[in-house]
């Protein structure tokens, strides 16, 4: 079973923990490092302001199990769908589809025109669960 938490500051321990998974075991998925989030980057002040403004953050568990985790960041009419992973254990079972469309849902209740996102062209998993929810490619 699949079930999503929506993330507020005080989560923020949380959401450390799933990013700095995220980081390690997809490094090349991200533009940013783990090297970014860790030593004197590595505050709860920081984290606590990540999760902070009028972001959605949310963290997906499978079976009990944290498995996921992904972030819509509004830009005017645009909402940006970021920091998406699944852990491995969780691929292919339901939890990124979950995810995106906690995302796009709460987009569309906040009044966003459309929701964009980058891939990496390598990443073909995520580019396929992307197109199989709409997007499309626009431009590099």
């Given at each position: 079973?699949?079930?999503?938490?929506v993330l507020t500051a005080e989560d923020w321990a949380?959401?450390?923990?799933?990013?700095?998974?995220?980081?390690?075991?997809?490094?090349?998925?991200?533009?940013?490092?783990?090297?970014?989030?860790?030593?004197?980057?590595?505050?709860?002040?920081?984290?606590?302001?990540?999760?902070?403004?009028?972001?959605?953050?949310?963290?997906?568990?499978?079976?009990?199990?944290?498995?996921?985790?992904?972030?819509?960041?509004?830009?005017?009419?645009?909402?940006?769908?970021?920091?998406?992973?699944?852990?491995?254990?969780?691929?292919?079972?339901?939890?990124?589809?979950?995810?995106?469309?906690?995302?796009?849902?709460?987009?569309?209740?906040?009044?966003?025109?459309?929701?964009?996102?980058?891939?990496?062209?390598?990443?073909?998993?995520?580019?396929?669960?992307?197109?199989?929810?709409?997007?499309?490619?626009?431009?590099?």
């Amino acid at each position: 079973m699949i079930s999503l938490r929506v993330l507020t500051a005080e989560d923020w321990a949380a959401w450390r923990e799933m990013r700095l998974a995220a980081l390690r075991e997809a490094p090349e998925a991200f533009g940013s490092s783990v090297g970014d989030w860790t030593g004197p980057g590595d505050t709860e002040l920081r984290w606590r302001q990540r999760l902070g403004g009028h972001s959605f953050n949310v963290l997906a568990a499978l079976n009990g199990k944290p498995a996921g985790m992904a972030s819509g960041m509004p830009r005017d009419d645009v909402v940006e769908l970021i920091s998406m992973w699944v852990a491995p254990f969780a691929r292919g079972r339901g939890v990124g589809d979950a995810l995106v469309v906690a995302v796009v849902e709460w987009a569309k209740e906040h009044g966003a025109e459309r929701v964009v996102l980058r891939v990496r062209p390598s990443n073909q998993y995520a580019a396929a669960l992307y197109r199989r929810h709409g997007f499309r490619v626009r431009g590099r």
